[in-house]
């Protein structure tokens, strides 16, 4: 199959999107990790890490075309679970 020049800027472009998207996502996500770690206490940094966080990745399923999940102010299970194990090793 063969793409005319307009469709491969667009996938490119989309390419770039996904890749921007997932980068800011894995910063989030990183910088929640650190919080939780460091200062556990901190619930407010927490929530707000998490909120952003949360956004970023539906932001990132949205441009995958997955379909959005209900929106929560709750980081992901996966992730509390995590900082939790990291708070523990500390």
């Given at each position: 199959m063969r793409y005319s020049?307009?469709?491969?800027?667009?996938?490119?472009?989309?390419?770039?999107?996904?890749?921007?998207?997932?980068?800011?996502?894995?910063?989030?996500r990183a910088a929640y990790l650190e919080v939780a770690r460091n200062e556990?206490?901190?619930e407010v940094a927490l929530a707000?890490?998490?909120?952003?966080?949360?956004?970023?990745h539906a932001h990132l399923q949205a441009l995958i075309g997955l379909p959005r999940l209900p929106f929560?102010?709750?980081?992901?299970?996966?992730?509390?679970?995590?900082a939790q194990r990291l708070t523990e090793d500390h």
């Open positions: 020049r307009a469709e491969h800027a667009r996938v490119q472009a989309l390419q770039h999107e996904v890749s921007r998207a997932e980068g800011d996502y894995q910063r989030l556990p206490g901190h707000m890490i998490g909120a952003d966080m949360d956004r970023a929560t102010h709750e980081p992901s299970t996966v992730v509390r679970r995590e």
